[in-house]
């Protein structure tokens, strides 16, 4: 069992920058696929971005690509998404997830576990 809690979101102007934790029970941590996925209301789960068991291999969809970072610090057991450049159309809730076994996905059936997910409102 994985126990995921994000943190970091909030209320930013458009062009500000955030940056979302996201902090995991659990000892297999440094094993896991991580990701961070974003729903607004009306609207289905999105894939934002991926990160490999070591961190060395990335993934972003290409909305987000060059302004959204994904990185984790496996002895801190925390995955973090750095946003920059944020556009009113970035607002949403924001989850993170892991995946067991490892390896990147972008599907939302392909992790096991969830956040609660933070609030990214983005003002114009």
């Known amino acids: 069992q994985v126990q995921l809690v994000e943190s970091g979101g909030g209320l930013v102007q458009a062009g500000g920058s955030l940056r979302l934790s996201c902090a995991a029970s659990g000892r297999s941590f440094s094993r896991n696929t991580m990701g961070w996925f974003r729903q607004a209301p009306g609207k289905e789960r999105d894939f934002l971005a991926t990160i490999s068991m070591s961190g060395a291999n990335t993934y972003y969809a290409s909305s987000v690509k060059g302004r959204f970072t994904i990185s984790r610090d496996n002895a801190k057991n925390t995955v973090y998404l750095q946003m920059n450049s944020l556009k009113p159309e970035d607002t949403a809730v924001y989850y993170c997830?892991?995946?067991?076994?490892?390896?990147?996905?972008?599907?939302?059936?392909?992790?096991?576990?969830w956040g609660q997910g933070t609030q990214v409102t983005v003002s114009s």
């Open positions: 997830a892991v995946k067991q076994p490892s390896g990147l996905a972008t599907m939302p059936s392909a992790y096991d576990y």
